[in-house]
């Protein structure tokens, strides 16, 4: 792959992750170009970058979906490289291929890559060949109810309907017994039609009590593949994460060389180029199957540059100029633990449920090793077009002990006002026994959270309460961190909208 330095680069993407972006670019003296919808227009990200296009309307299929929009702004800009961040385009091998035939850079895999691992079935196909571990279930597309009761059959009650085409938990349906099949088959392949314009749906054993585990991979164009470690993301609402950290506390030296080792054979499988994400389920026994790769910089990412001091957004940049990876297999180390838990503008006590609204507060943590990825300021409003992550905070330790005590810590000192949010759910987890002693699953929030766990305002006593009441936890006397007294304004519980 010759080498070509970037000069310029355009972040096909908003918030957050824009920003983030840019800022890695920058340090790297590449300019940046910012394209924004009309909703986004005094977003931190349009004033970060060297300079900003708006590109339409909010809704996001008139603007951040546009390919030949972004494709003219690229030209009219003399642009090298488009970073697509995750999510809208980013694993769009249409919009790679627009990029590469106007003679600019996408900074991702191949479109080829990305077609076969958005395609589940094809995934597996792929991978199967590389004896990564999958999960007992159909090789193909189910053609109908009478194919699906007997491989159901064959591999037991309960099962796992999947749309081929899907991700989000979208298409997925949990069959417990033969006299749902028919119902949950057909729900799944019209959410599937709906959501991605592909009925196709496919069956796999349900593996019950799993942990979702996921390794990052990076490849360059010569060759070298690495891991770069686990994350542990099984606290999920509506198969969507909310906490991920890194390390797993379950993996065993020789369990994590053996999964990660099974993510590079998946990123082998289709001559993988980039930064990357190899999901497995873990199950109670130890044993672990490949759910997918998803072909991009995940939100988590974050976690994995804290325990390894790596910045995977220069690294994509280097890989993309056609650099060889700076550091084999062996150089990687694991340097203390990190937690992630993402913002949301959600109401947990009301089934995490949307709360758009204008943020009359907003301070976030600081202090000795923590991270704050944001792309609102005070006084900015929710839009009601895109996702409603407001934020991630990260958190670094030599410990997990003291990353989770960190991590509360941090929560307690961040301040938002005008909208519910995750936090005190996000709280709740990190005083709650399981979690503490890393006892949990992806059932974690439908096995050990109430929503009335967090009325009454402080998220220790509510988390205790809830523990105590399952006979989980040990006394605890640690104080809410006296952080939020800094602020004139409480803490976050008590600056929520009513």
């Not at 799993?210 to 990076?218: A, D, G, L, T």
């Not at 944001?374 to 407001?390: L, Q, R, V």
Request: glycine share 8%; proline share 5%.
């Amino acid at each position: 792959m010759a080498r070509k330095k970037i000069r310029k680069l355009l972040v096909a993407n908003r918030g957050e992750i824009a920003l983030r972006v840019m800022r890695s670019a920058r340090e790297m003296g590449i300019r940046t170009v910012a394209v924004f919808s009309e909703a986004d227009r005094s977003a931190p990200f349009v004033r970060f970058a060297d300079e900003a296009v708006c590109i339409g309307p909010p809704p996001s299929k008139e603007s951040y979906l546009v390919i030949d929009r972004l494709v003219q702004v690229c030209r009219d800009l003399d642009v090298d490289a488009v970073h697509p961040g995750y999510g809208f385009l980013s694993e769009n091998g249409e919009f790679a291929r627009a990029l590469e035939k106007a003679g600019i850079i996408f900074i991702g895999p191949s479109p080829e890559a990305m077609k076969v691992m958005g395609d589940k079935l094809a995934a597996k196909e792929a991978v199967r060949k590389f004896d990564v571990p999958l999960v007992p279930g159909t090789e193909g597309a189910v053609s109908g109810v009478d194919e699906a009761m007997k491989v159901a059959k064959t591999i037991k009650f309960p099962i796992l309907i999947k749309a081929a085409a899907g991700g989000g938990g979208k298409g997925m349906r949990v069959v417990e017994r033969e006299a749902d099949l028919k119902e949950g088959l057909e729900r799944a392949i019209s959410e599937a039609r709906n959501a991605f314009g592909d009925g196709s749906v496919f069956i796999e054993k349900y593996v019950a009590g799993p942990r979702h585990i996921e390794v990052q991979v990076m490849a360059d164009a010569h060759g070298n593949t690495c891991y770069l470690f686990e994350r542990e993301c099984s606290v999920q609402r509506r198969h969507q994460k909310v906490v991920e950290e890194a390390p797993s506390t379950v993996l065993t030296p020789a369990m994590r060389q053996r999964m990660g080792e099974a993510a590079v054979n998946v990123a082998r499988s289709v001559n993988y180029v980039g930064a990357g994400t190899v999901e497995f389920l873990l199950d109670e026994n130890g044993d672990f199957y490949f759910m997918e790769m998803n072909t991009r910089l995940q939100v988590e990412h974050p976690v994995t540059e804290m325990i390894t001091g790596l910045d995977l957004v220069k690294l994509q940049v280097r890989v993309a100029e056609g650099e060889k990876l700076p550091f084999r297999q062996e150089d990687l180390a694991i340097k203390g633990h990190a937690i992630e838990v993402r913002v949301y503008a959600e109401d947990p006590s009301n089934n995490f449920l949307p709360d758009i609204g204008t943020l009359t507060t907003y301070r976030p943590p600081q202090g000795p090793g923590v991270r704050v990825d944001d792309g609102f300021e005070e006084g900015m409003t929710i839009p009601i077009h895109y996702d409603p992550m407001i934020a991630k905070l990260i958190v670094h330790g030599a410990t997990r002990e003291e990353a989770i005590a960190r991590m509360e810590r941090a929560i307690d000192d961040y301040a938002i006002g005008g909208v519910e949010t995750t936090l005190p759910f996000c709280r709740f987890t990190m005083g709650h026994a399981a979690f503490r002693k890393g006892a949990y699953d992806t059932h974690f929030v439908r096995d050990h959270f109430r929503p009335e766990a967090l009325e009454g305002s402080d998220p220790v006593e509510a988390s205790a309460a809830a523990a105590i009441a399952a006979g989980l936890l040990e006394v605890r006397t640690t104080p809410v961190a006296a952080g939020t007294q800094n602020h004139g304004t409480a803490s976050v519980w008590k600056l929520r909208r009513r």
